[in-house]
């Protein structure tokens, strides 16, 4: 009776050695932080009353120590605490471990709610606040997609 416990427990045992080993290993796997955002510049490129075209200019920094692989970003953009527009990147691009890179991009935005707050600031050349959120998706790695939620200003 002993000898049959015995051995199921030996048996239980080497049966969990895997799982240990597992656990083990995702207690070594390295730190992953997320990228920080952040908007650079804002520029008009043209539109009508209902429509507008602006350029975005964003930076992401990467604080990891290994390169991040993007495929591409969803995002929405709020200036002032007003929602001036939404979209996606589709080029895909790398940034280095512990670097930085920056691209463009389009937004189609209609400023009818937020147009109010942007004349109405007393100084044109005062900064305006900013929030953008969305996600960024990896096209390699164990996470593929990442939050982001970051605010800052910036000038126009």
Known sequence: MRENRSRRLTLIGLACLPLVSLFAGCAALPKFEAPKLSVISLKMQGGDFFSQKLLVRI????????ELPIKG?????????????????SAPFTVP?????????????????ALAKLLS????????????????????GFLRRIPFDERGSVKL
């Open 59 to 66: 930076r992401v920094f990467n604080p990891n120590d290994r």
């Open 73 to 89: 970003i969803t995002y929405k953009l709020e200036v002032n605490d007003a929602e001036l527009g939404n979209g996606s990147t």
């Open 97 to 113: 471990a512990m670097g930085e890179a920056e691209f463009d991009m389009q937004i189609t935005a209609n400023l009818a709610g």
């Open 121 to 140: 600031r007393k100084n044109s050349s005062e900064a305006l606040d900013y929030r953008l959120a969305g996600d960024v998706s990896l096209s390699s």
